[in-house]
Every structure is written in structure tokens, then in C-alpha cells.
């Protein structure tokens, strides 16, 4: 079935340092993939997504791209600030449904 | 208009007692779906309803465990008989349709501590 690896955290970087989040994955087909975040005390938020194979998501500053080749979707981001420390997961669906599978998620501290 | 509300957001139970979970889901939204976070795990679906009707209860253990989601009011994870292994934090989301993952809205989730 559908899984989905995710890098271990907790990741602390100073602002302005680049970012990068892997996620591999194992599915059958081709499925949409997502960027879960989580901020503190807040529930989860798709940050962006992706929906067939070379497609990048981007929002906020944050780029993934989905690479059939590697199976992989990492997180990417330039130039981190402190508002960007959060949790983040990398999921996917479990068939043709709303039912996720979610990455364990990687904590990252964005440090001033 | 309101996000998906759940409440508690902490609850403490000592072994044996129940715990329900509530679960409001944004307006418009007929579908809930719970989900689980053991410590150092990811989010693991538990079942998935519509109104008055339990859809997939795959994720859901076979004992102790049940969810309902009524014509009227919130959803209710309800846990009876807790144990250790139930501390955890549960996530429910819903959506307006059953596909279509980008319009799926998750609570901040509630805390579930059993002494």
C-alpha cells in the first residue's frame, strides 16, 4: 500500500538559512502528494501540494517538486524566517478518498 | 466563518474511565474524519463519517473504541475504558465533499492524557 518516509527533526536553522525537508514515498499509481503545517497550538494546514509527476507546489515561500524518478517530494524554502517554525508533514492519499497518510512530521526551529 | 472546532483541547482520564472527544466541523461540511497521533508517530486515520453515518471505520481499534456524528450537533469520539496506550492527540478534520483533499480542514486536536 501507500506509505510515505519523512526526514526525522527536530531541525533548527538561523533565519535566512535555506530548507530542505525530505520525503520519499511508495505508491501505487501516481497520487497527489502534500505538505501538511502545523504552528503551534493550531491544527493542520496544507501548505501546498502537488498532483502528477515534474509538478512543483509552492506557497508562502515553500517549493516541492515531484519527482517520479526518486519518489521523492521534499520542502524546500530559500530564506527561512522565525514564523516558519512549525511541524510539518508530508502525506498522501490511501486510494481515491480523503483518507491521508501522514509522514511522523519534522519540527523545525527557525532561530533570530 | 468558524474553523473546525474540537474541544477539549486537554483531557485527563485516569485508567478505566471514558473520554469523549468532540468535534465541530466547519459549516457546509457534511464529512468528519478522525484521526490519531501516537508519540512519535504520524497522523494514522481512525474512521470517517457523514452525518448519521459511519463510512470506514478501518483505522478504528475493534474494542473500546467508537465515533458517531449526528443529525444534529458534533461529531464524538468516544473511548471507554482507557488505558496508557490511548494517550495520544486526536485530530479531526472534515470537508464539503468526499474527494478533493485540498478542501480538508483539520481542529487543532485534543490531548488525550491517561494517568
Known amino acids: 500500500g501507500n506509505s510515505v518516509t519523512q526526514m526525522e527533526g527536530p531541525v533548527t536553522l538561523s533565519e535566512e538559512a535555506f530548507l530542505t525537508i525530505n520525503c520519499t514515498y511508495t505508491a501505487t499509481g501516481y497520487p497527489s502528494l502534500f505538505w501538511y503545517v502545523q504552528y503551534p497550538g493550531e491544527g493542520l494546514q496544507l501548505l501546498l501540494k502537488?498532483?502528477?509527476?515534474?509538478d512543483k507546489g509552492s506557497n508562502k515561500g515553500f517549493e516541492a517538486t515531484y519527482r517520479k524518478e526518486t519518489t521523492s517530494f521534499h520542502l524546500e524554502k530559500g530564506s527561512v524566517q522565525v514564523s516558519d517554525s512549525a511541524v510539518y508533514f508530508c502525506a498522501l492519499p490511501r486510494g481515491a478518498t480523503n483518507k491521508l497518510i501522514f509522514g511522523t512530521g519534522t519540527l523545525l526551529a527557525v532561530q533570530p | 466563518n468558524a474553523g473546525v472546532m474540537q474541544n477539549p483541547r486537554h483531557l485527563v482520564r485516569r485508567r478505566g474511565q471514558e473520554a469523549r472527544l468532540r468535534c465541530s466541523p466547519m459549516?457546509?461540511?457534511?464529512?468528519v474524519y478522525w484521526y490519531r497521533q501516537l508519540p512519535e508517530e504520524g497522523l494514522k486515520f481512525m474512521v470517517y463519517?457523514?452525518?448519521?453515518?459511519?463510512?470506514?471505520e478501518s483505522g478504528m481499534p475493534k474494542e473500546r473504541f467508537s465515533a458517531e456524528f449526528p443529525k444534529e450537533g458534533p461529531s464524538i469520539l468516544r473511548i471507554q475504558q482507557v488505558v496508557r496506550g490511548d494517550s495520544a492527540a486526536y485530530f479531526c478534520a472534515s470537508s464539503p465533499e468526499r474527494q478533493g483533499n485540498e478542501k480538508l480542514f483539520f481542529g487543532s486536536g485534543t490531548q488525550l492524557s491517561v494517568l
Open positions: 502537488a498532483t502528477k509527476a515534474d
Open positions: 463519517l457523514q452525518k448519521e453515518n459511519i463510512i470506514d
Open positions: 459549516k457546509g461540511h457534511s464529512h
